[in-house]
């Protein structure tokens, strides 16, 4: 049972998904590049302001609702997913994107993240992966790499970073992306793809924060990452192959990186994992054609009936 998006008849200029609000993330941040995508995405995909809804956790990333010209809910320092989920439940007609940073969905964030992947909620979720938290200034993210400075880890992090790729697969998530905020055609690409995909889309956008990080900067990224699917063919239905390249997404970091299989020092980008389950709201829908009792309040007092002492 397909739920249809809202969609306009005709397309809208991208510039129209854009509120009128100045962004004030710092010049040449990564996530300007995002709120590009966003709007080309929704242009392409004829997404109706109106019927759109964009949801966000707290950090700088977090800020994105604000600049756009849609519902936006910016919510609290990681329950992004969790307020996407009400608006899920309440609205299925209306497309929801969760536009929140690394640390906001994979440290605080962490614990609603893998069930509504695994429900399968039909929602976009982007993390714009700067590889630290900026809103505070510089402290390491779930993400950072190993022997990153923050501003807390004068001597280097001592922790591995996290896979978010392999953990998303893992998870149950149905649609599973990686993609660069210095390629705009790219990022608006899988942004579309991840949109038109019915059941949790997990993109995950490298977007560098000129600002604090020296080192997961445009310039480390320039003439280092690979298109999985145009340059290695790889075919994102192929479960065994997405595992292996994801388990291998972040080899970049190791000083050994050359050397070893299949991406040879590059980063991956593209879609790594995609297929086809029934949707959370699909099922809502179904056991509410299945179960139509005359009196729905009958059915909630014999539950409450039940716990009566
Ligand atoms: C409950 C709670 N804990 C901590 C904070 C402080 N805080 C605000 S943003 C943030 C981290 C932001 O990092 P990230 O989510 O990666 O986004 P970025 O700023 O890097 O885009 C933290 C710890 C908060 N606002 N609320
Ligand atoms: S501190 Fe970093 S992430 Fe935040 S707005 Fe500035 S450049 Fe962007």
Redesign the pocket.
């Known amino acids: 049972m397909d739920i249809q998006f809202v969609r306009l008849e005709e397309k809208l200029p991208p510039r129209e998904y854009k509120s009128d609000l100045e962004p004030t993330w710092c010049p040449g941040c990564g996530d300007f590049g995002v709120v590009t995508a966003l709007t080309r995405a929704f242009s392409e995909e004829k997404l109706d302001p109106s019927a759109l809804s964009l949801v966000s ?6 800020r994105l609702p604000l600049w756009m010209n849609a519902f936006g809910l910016h919510s ?3 329950r992004a997913v969790p307020a996407a989920v009400g608006v899920r439940l309440a609205k299925p007609e209306i497309p929801t994107i969760v536009t ?5 969905l994979f440290s ?1 964030g962490m614990e609603h993240f893998p069930h509504a992947a695994r429900k399968n909620f039909n929602m976009v979720v982007i993390s ?1 992966d ?1 590889r ?5 200034k510089n402290q390491v ?1 779930p993400t950072s790499r190993k022997g990153y400075k923050g501003s807390l880890t004068p001597y280097g992090n001592i922790d591995e970073p996290f896979n978010v790729l392999a953990f998303s697969i893992a998870s149950g998530a149905t649609f599973v992306a990686q993609t660069y905020a210095g390629n705009p055609k790219h990022m608006t690409e899988i942004i579309e793809k991840a949109i038109e995909h019915p059941g949790f889309a997990f993109v995950n956008i490298l977007s560098p ?1 000129p600002t604090y990080n020296k080192i997961d900067t445009f310039k480390y990224y320039k003439g280092r990452l690979i298109d999985i699917n145009n340059e290695l063919g790889h075919d994102p239905s192929d479960k065994e192959k997405a595992n292996y390249y994801a388990e291998h997404a972040l080899d970049a970091d190791n000083p050994d990186a050359e050397n070893l299989e299949p991406f040879h020092g590059k980063v991956p980008i593209g879609v790594f994992y995609q297929t086809r389950k029934e949707t959370f709201e699909e099922k809502v829908a179904k056991l509410k054609e299945q179960y139509k009792p005359e009196n729905p309040d009958t059915v909630w007092d014999e539950i409450l009936n039940k716990y009566k002492p």
């Open positions: 956790g707290i950090g700088c990333s977090s609290c320092h990681g929140a940073g690394d640390g906001d605080i714009m700067n630290m938290y900026a809103l505070t993210s924060c």
